[in-house]
């Protein structure tokens, strides 16, 4: 069966642009991909958000699985549960704010705990998450994009094709709301920014292309 795994990452529920952003993506994926799967990982969520790795964390990571004890294993579980969410999934969304011109510290976290020697990178530093895809639905204030003069301030979106590559997907389609702090400032309705780039969300969802099982 076809699987999406969604991670989300802004704190701001309903005024939160690159959660719209993955609303209208979600509506096209089902469209596009009817009986798919979808598992949420939002990193907003208490219950979803990793903590920050921590030194009984690594000891348990630098030890040989026949080594793990009990306490080990059960330190790396929500890792592991992480981890078997991106194996599992055919096409990944991420969907977040920009930060200081990157992303916000829980997507960081998240990514130190699925980029894992032996899981989703091979012991020779090949990725091992082959034959995916992944959508990075970006909000921000500014605008990054090509001609723009900050454009080399991109970080947030090169960080992130950097870690889907090596963990293995290179098939990355980058959707950029560029300039939201027009909703932020109320000079433009969140429908209003977000007409133009709905075209773009429902080709990345892949409507109206035949998609790979
Ligand atoms: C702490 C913080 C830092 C931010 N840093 C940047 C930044 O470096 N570049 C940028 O373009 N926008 C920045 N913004 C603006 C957000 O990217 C923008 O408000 C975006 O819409 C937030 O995503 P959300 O609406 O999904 O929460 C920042 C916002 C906050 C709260």
């Known amino acids: ?28 994926w089902r469209t596009a ?3 798919g799967h979808v598992v949420h990982r939002d ?6 958000a990793p903590p ?5 964390w690594l000891h348990a990571y630098f030890t040989p699985p026949a080594n793990q004890t009990q306490a080990m294993r059960d330190e790396l579980r929500l890792s592991d549960e992480m981890v078997a969410e991106v194996l599992a999934a055919g096409h ?37 998450v082959k034959g995916k895809k992944a959508t990075l639905l970006m909000a921000s204030g500014g605008v990054y994009t090509e001609g723009s003069p900050i454009r080399d301030r991109d970080i947030a979106t090169q960080y992130l094709r950097l870690i ?18 027009a909703v932020d400032l109320q000079a433009q309705t969140m429908d209003g920014f977000l007409a133009p780039l709905q075209a773009q969300i429902e080709r990345a969802a892949g409507a109206g292309i035949a998609h790979r099982a």
């Open 33 to 35: 991909h009817p009986g």
């Open 164 to 181: 889907l590559g090596v963990i293995g997907i290179e098939d990355v389609t980058v959707v950029a709301g560029g300039g939201a702090k």
């Open 52 to 56: 920050f790795v921590t030194a009984p």
């Open 43 to 48: 990193l907003a969520d208490a219950d979803g």
């Open 92 to 128: 990944i969304a991420i969907s977040t704010p920009v930060y200081n011109y990157n992303v916000p510290a829980s997507l960081k976290a998240w990514v130190d705990h699925i980029v894992r020697k032996g899981a989703t990178l091979g012991l020779d530093g090949q990725g091992l």
């Open 1 to 28: 069966m076809t699987q999406l795994l969604v991670v989300e990452t802004s704190p701001r529920g309903a005024q939160s642009v690159s959660r719209q952003m993955t609303q209208r993506f979600l509506a096209a």
